[in-house]
């Protein structure tokens, strides 16, 4: 008979864990001399060398690449658990519905990492809208339904797309793909030092709905990305948190793509430097990263459109001036929009005359239709037909986008658009673009962090949501609600402290 042996938690050791530090005492530096503040658990006592033999000692102030210092250590959480075992808690739910009314927090145990599992720690996770669609149960991806996973008597799942976790532990034969090496498959490719996952790794995810909203999980490696040294370097948690959903849908749809995956973009679908293209939702965390790109990385112009603010006409304008700092060149409110002879105006009086090939909706309804009045096809060459003699002009068509629908009301659009204007609808699904482009995901998301470091993309605003230890489950309901309000002052990310 087996004998299962527990222990009591002993003083803080000396065994350190690098994890996420409040927003103003976190220091990044080069790659091979960052600085972590970190914490000690002494239940994980010689755990290193129980799950991965090889993996050095971390008891010096100095390790490999990166330099700790015990000086800067805080308590973390002990716990008495299985030897070996990570102790975890997990928002999930049995039933579909507002996240409020079904999220439950639970507790559960995970047990070491082994073969091509590993085990990490999540450090932020943002809550973005598909993460309550997906609660609600109208969203097409939906996280697995198991007791096993969190040991529960009734089906439960965890829901979450989005985040960056730091590695625990890995076993022997875990190696995913990284940001160096996008292209890695475990399964056919020779094992190398750049993608083996090892202790204090930062890695996002690589699969849909892993279940981001809990603070520690265990998956197959292939389901992180590895964020490799130099694409890490300068980055700070929340942005590397962030960046693989809604900065890299703008970067996708500004960039051309085709729905059947892995094809180049058609010339329909790609802007040429200097054209013009239009938005709704442009306060959006999606719509906030498309003015950066546009600016700063493929030379296009923006018209965008919002919301008034609640608050009154100034706080709409100050907005408006906050977008315009951001690189937009022209900003109006859905109520300006819909105004009589408002896409005349703003070809006379804003694009010079030039006509917008692209538009990009999230929102919906009569927005939608607003934004689609604006676009219409260029001319590229007029000739004259050999057969009839009569001039033949070619055109590039617009492109009307739909990637969302806050509204919730459908598109409605008149025959005059259909006809006349050479204009093309469609939508477009960021999870079943990265699916079918991983290389040029990977792509996207080291742009987007090249332009942070060089201090030309600024994320959306962000609401901190402490996660601890001994946080209640009505303290991370309630993120939910303010999520779900709208006008609020940034996006709702958890931000786990001792865990």
Request: contains cysteine; hydrophobic residues 35%; positive net charge.
């Amino acid at each position: 008979m087996a004998t299962l042996l527990y222990f009591k938690p002993s003083p803080p050791s000396s065994t350190l864990l690098r994890s996420l530090t409040p927003i103003s005492s976190r220091t990044f530096a080069a790659p091979h001399s960052r600085t972590f503040t970190t914490r000690s658990s002494s239940r994980r006592t010689s755990e290193r060398n129980l799950i991965n033999p090889t993996m050095p000692s971390q008891h010096s102030t100095k390790q490999g690449p990166h330099t700790i210092h015990p000086q800067n250590q805080q308590q973390r959480r002990s716990i008495s658990a299985p030897y070996g075992y990570e102790q975890a808690k997990s928002l999930a739910y049995t039933t579909h519905g507002d996240p409020p009314s079904v999220l439950n927090l639970h507790s559960h145990s995970i047990s070491p990492a082994h073969t091509n599992l590993t085990t990490t720690r999540m450090l932020a996770t943002p809550i973005n809208p598909a993460d309550i669609n997906t609660i609600q149960g109208v969203y097409p991806t939906k996280p697995p339904f198991t007791t096993t996973a969190l040991s529960t008597n009734t089906p439960s799942a965890v829901p979450g797309n989005e985040g960056l976790a730091e590695v625990l532990s890995a076993g022997t034969s875990a190696y995913s793909p990284s940001t160096q090496n996008p292209t890695f498959d475990p399964a056919s490719s020779s094992p190398n030092d750049e993608n083996k996952l090892q202790r204090g790794d930062w890695v996002i995810m690589n699969a849909p709905v892993l279940g981001t909203f809990r603070t520690h999980m265990q998956s197959p490696s292939s389901s992180f990305l590895k964020l490799s040294d130099p694409d890490r370097s300068g980055i700070n948690p929340l942005t590397a948190a962030t960046v693989s959903v809604n900065p890299v849908t703008a970067w996708a749809m500004l960039s051309g793509w085709t729905t059947s995956g892995s094809d180049p973009p058609t010339a329909s679908q790609t802007l040429n430097k200097g054209e013009w293209f239009v938005q709704n939702g442009a306060n959006s965390s999606v719509g906030r990263a498309a003015i950066q790109l546009a600016k700063h990385l493929f030379g296009l112009k923006s018209v965008n459109i919002i919301r008034a603010r609640p608050e009154g006409e100034e706080a709409t304008q100050n907005l408006k001036e906050e977008l315009k700092a951001l690189g937009a060149d022209a900003v109006f409110t859905e109520e300006e929009a819909a105004e009589s002879g408002w896409s005349k105006r703003v070809v006379e009086d804003v694009t010079g005359g030039e006509r917008v090939r692209l538009g990009l909706n999230c929102v919906g309804g009569k927005s939608a239709l607003n934004l689609a009045k604006l676009l219409a096809a260029t001319p590229t060459s007029t000739s004259t037909s050999s057969s009839s003699g009569s001039e033949v002009t070619k055109r590039n068509p617009a492109t009307h986008v739909t990637y969302g629908a806050m509204a919730k009301q459908p598109l409605t659009l008149p025959a005059s658009t259909l006809i006349f204007t050479d204009t093309s609808y469609a939508g477009f699904w960021v999870s079943a673009w990265a699916r079918n482009n991983p290389a040029e995901r990977v792509r996207a998301i080291r742009e987007v962090l090249g332009l942070v470091r060089e201090g030309m993309f600024r994320e959306t605003g962000f609401v901190e949501i402490p996660w601890r230890w001994e946080t209640k489950e009505e303290e991370l309901r309630e993120a939910f609600k303010g999520a779900m309000e709208g006008f609020r002052g940034g996006k709702g990310v958890f931000v786990f402290e001792g865990t």
